[in-house]
Nanobody
Framework: QVHVVESGGGLVQAGGSLRLSCALS????????MAWFRQAPGKEREYITT????????TYAASVKGRFTTSREKTENTVYLQMNGLKPEDTAVYYC??????????????????WGQGTQVTVSS
């Protein structure tokens, strides 16, 4: 059982930066894919980025590419999401998710088994 806890959300002005953390526990010696999703009020949960736990290869949604960077620190069992150039439309609850193995869809929420409780990011204009 993998336990996921996000932190680092808050209120920031447009153009500002935040770094979200995703603390993980219960990881086994196997391949995982970690992802960040976000969900704004009245909208579906949206894929932002993925990163492989072993190799650290990342993918990004077009809406955040060039502004957001994901990374993982294996010694700390933590995944990070550095968000720069924030815009009001980035306002959402941000979720960290984990899937075992690399098979299946990586950009859909249903592909992930473990989720955190989410952290609110609010960007003011």
């Amino acid at each position: 059982q993998v336990h996921v806890v996000e932190s680092g959300g808050g209120l920031v002005q447009a153009g500002g930066s935040l770094r979200l953390s995703c603390a993980l526990s219960g990881l086994a010696e196997q391949t995982y894919v970690m992802a960040w999703f976000r969900q704004a009020p009245g909208k579906e949960r949206e894929y932002i980025t993925t990163i492989t736990w072993v190799g650290g290869a990342a993918t990004y949604a077009a809406s955040v590419k060039g502004r957001f960077t994901t990374s993982r620190e294996k010694t700390e069992n933590t995944v990070y999401l550095q968000m720069n150039g924030l815009k009001p439309e980035d306002t959402a609850v941000y979720y960290c998710a984990v899937k075992r193995g690399v098979n299946g869809a990586w950009s859909t929420p249903s592909g992930y088994e473990y989720w955190g409780q989410g952290t609110q990011v609010t960007v003011s204009s």
